[in-house]
């Protein structure tokens, strides 16, 4: 009886060894492979890609593509080297109001959208300030296909706003006042 007790247990164990050396093998050995996480990103449609937060082992890259998108993918670091994870893409938002956000995207990782930013202010999440990347280092010929002169970019990651499934999206001008809001 012990003898097959013991060898229950050393199935258990190797059909779980197995299963996480699968999922290791999915994890770390699958993608692209390329040398840096720029080589990694798709070169199939006309791209303009604007570089977002980054650690050793995440590249996140917003883009504008093809006259009319808009959004975001994350290139990450595996044995084989960099290759793209996922991408989450809309329309770009046609003439938005001065310091007004009409939508949000996300990638369940972060949550970001597009503002014209106009003055000083400020992006909260749930009372949690966003990040923010200003378009205007794009050349005028990109500024003026997407019609995106004056946009920022603002994004939050996920984690910050400890699993919530709403969000509170406020644009604060110099004073703290909240200019506008959107709830979603």
Not at 72 to 93: C, F, H, Q, R
Not at 102 to 108: G, P, R
Not at 168 to 181: M, N, T
């Amino acid at each position: 009886m012990r003898k097959r007790f013991i060898r229950v247990i050393l199935f258990i164990l190797l059909v779980l060894v197995l299963g996480y050396l699968v999922n290791l093998y999915f994890v770390e050995f699958t993608g692209a492979g390329k040398d840096t996480p720029e080589e990694a990103l798709p070169t199939n449609q006309e791209y303009e890609w604007i570089k977002g937060p980054n650690t050793e082992k995440e590249q996140r890259y917003f883009f504008l593509s093809n006259g009319q998108n808009f959004g975001t993918t994350l290139v990450k670091k595996n044995v084989k080297g960099w290759s793209i994870e996922e991408e989450v893409t809309a329309k770009v938002p046609k003439k938005l109001e001065s310091n007004t956000i009409v939508s949000a995207l996300s990638d369940q990782k972060i949550l970001f959208g597009l503002i014209k930013q106009k003055g000083t202010i400020d992006v909260n999440i749930n009372g949690k300030p966003a990040s923010l990347i200003g378009l205007s280092n794009l050349t005028e010929d990109v500024l003026d296909l997407y019609d995106v002169k004056g946009y920022s970019i603002w994004y939050i990651d996920l984690e910050q706003l400890e699993g919530n499934e709403s969000y509170s999206i406020q644009v604060l001008d110099e004073h703290k006042k909240v200019i506008s809001e959107l709830s979603i």
